[in-house]
Structure formats: C-alpha cells, structure tokens
C-alpha cells in the first residue's frame, strides 16, 4: 500500500510542472482566441482558475489522496473535458484548437499511453457536448494575427516541459535497472557477487587465461565447522561471521580480483594475474585475519578456514575441471587438520 502511494506521488509530482506550465501559457492561447466573441465575465473566471489555480488545485488533490495515481489520472481527465470545453467555447478556431486539444492528448499518450488517450479523448468529446450546450454549435474558420502569436509559447514550451520530464524518467529508468542488475548479482547478506554472478565470471577468466595465455588461481574457502556455529551461537553469529569475511575479502582483494560466496558458508575468489605462491600468502593473510577476528557479544568464538587454492592451466578442458580442482584441494584442507591452505597438484605433475 505504502509503495502504491509513493509510485502515485511521484506520478503527481511529474505531472505537476507541465500542467501549470502547460495551462499557464495555454490561458493566453485561449484568451486570444476568446476575446473577439464577446463571452461573458464568468468564463474569464473560469478561465483564469483553470489556467493559474487548477494545477495546483489538482497537485494538492492527488497528493492528499490515500490512492494518488488514481486521483492523477482523473485530473487528466477533467483536463480534457476542459479542453474539449474551451474548444467549443472559442468556436473551434483551426490553430487554437489544434493547439490545446494535441497538447493535451501528447500529456495523455505519455503519462497513460493508449487507455488514457482513448479516455482522454472520450472526455474531451464531453467537454466539447457541455460548451455547445451553453453557447451552442458555432464555427470560426480564421484566426488572426495576435492568436497566432499567442499559439506560439504553447507549441514550443510546453512540449519542451514534456520532454524535459520524459529525459528525467528516462534517466531514472535507467537508474533503476542498472541497480536491479547489480541487485541480481549481488548477494544480500555479503555484498560479494552470488553464485551464479561469480560462476559467469569463472567461465569469463577462464577463456581469457587461454587466449591471452596468462596465469590466475582460483580459490575456495570454506569456514570450518560453521553449522556449529549457527546451532551454537545462533544465526546472527553466523552472518556477523560471514559479513567480517567478506569485509577482509574485500579489503584484501584489487578491483581485479573477484570474490563470490558460492553458497552457504563457502567463498570463491577469482586471482587473475597472480601466480600461486603470491596468491597463497594473500590466501594465508586472509586465514590469518579470521582466526583473530572477535564476535562482540561471543568474545570466546574462534573462526578458521579452510583454504583450497588451483592454479589454472592450459590442460583444462573448460572452466569446471579448474573448479573442480579447487574443490578438491579444499577437500584436503579440511580433512587434513582444517584451518589451512591446500594447493591443488600442479596438472604438469599429474
């Protein structure tokens, strides 16, 4: 509900400056076009609220609204009635009332495409029936010099308000997918890629490695004994663990070097460039790192790893027999005491 409304606001919001802008410079198109015919005082009334106090009428409408998108739309509508209305009032002069009916129809088609231009136009029709039903069914064919300069502000300012709020939600768009994309990537508990982000960038360095023929090592860390961590000490534990890895991951790691949690309690990290003895002593600092780390409210907690390190080689037939290495050499770490690192045996020995 609270996410309806805010969508609705911010829809009210972006339709609140080419309203009064829209509006603002339409009451002189219409003024023009009304002024030689002689209409009564009310309608000036009419007009000067319609064009100077409505859009905001309308703002504070919607914004107060409990359903805001809702009360929008129908201000929409109430503006083509309007528009319909002025039309038939000003006897359907040729440049005016193409004018105000297209530029409303163009607020139509961009704030509810294809339903609100139906509906809009549908009300401009009613507008039209409800301004002969005052002055009746009367036609002016011509227009004269000062209405076509006062056409002029609308057919060029407003479409540039219109516009100028189409880039803004354009850019806002785009904002937002860019966010949703790393979002997808991104695993919400570390901040560290997820697994199959990290898989993608796996299969990527591994076709680099061949083409360019150049060296990397993959890692993979385990934290030992985490379920006894979980069942001892409760999940927060367990997450405030896995969050202080990833933060010594991160901190240890360039912009090059890309790290994962592949699942549950398990780390993988991507070092390209890095031959294996530089890469186990990065691995060993890590290690090094969470075993002195200290849980704020559990100060007896110990944490270790277990570390299992393959240096890539040209041998591999695709990405996985590489990760499968790794997996093997943590393997060994852990039932080889844990809390250590293991290097898969070179593919030149095997």
Known sequence: MENQRGK??????????????????????????????????????????????????????????????????????YDSVFGGFWTACFQFNPLVTVTILSMMTMNNVAAGGRRLFLLGALAQVIGVLLGWS?????????????????????????????????YRLAIKLAEHKRTLSALSRTDSLTGLLNHGAWKDLLHLKFQQ??????????????VDHFKVINDSYGHIVGDAVLQQLSRELKSLLTESELAGRYGGDEFCVILPNLPLSRAEALMEQLRQSLHQYRHPDVPELRVSLSIGLARFHPTYPDALHWLDDADK??????????????????????
């Open 329 to 350: 050499a943590l393997y060994t770490a852990k039932h080889t005491g844990r809390n250590t690192i293991s290097v898969a045996l070179s593919r030149s020995n095997a």
């Open 209 to 222: 490695c061949r083409e360019h023929n150049s060296q990397a090592t993959l890692a993979l860390i385990d």
């Open 134 to 166: 005052l002055f009746g069914v009367k036609f002016t064919l011509t227009a004269t010099q000062t209405q076509v300069w006062a056409c002029l502000p609308m057919l060029t300012l407003y479409p540039l308000a219109l516009g100028m709020v189409c």
């Open 8 to 77: 609705g606001l911010s829809f009210a919001r972006r339709i609140y400056l080419p309203r009064a802008i829209g509006l603002g410079i339409g009451f002189f198109s219409v003024g023009a076009a009304l002024y030689p015919l002689n209409v009564p005082a009310w309608l000036w009334a009419l007009l000067l609220f319609h064009g100077f106090l409505w859009p905001h009428v309308a703002y504070q409408w919607s914004t107060r609204s409990a359903f805001p998108y809702r009360a929008e739309r129908r201000n929409l509508l």
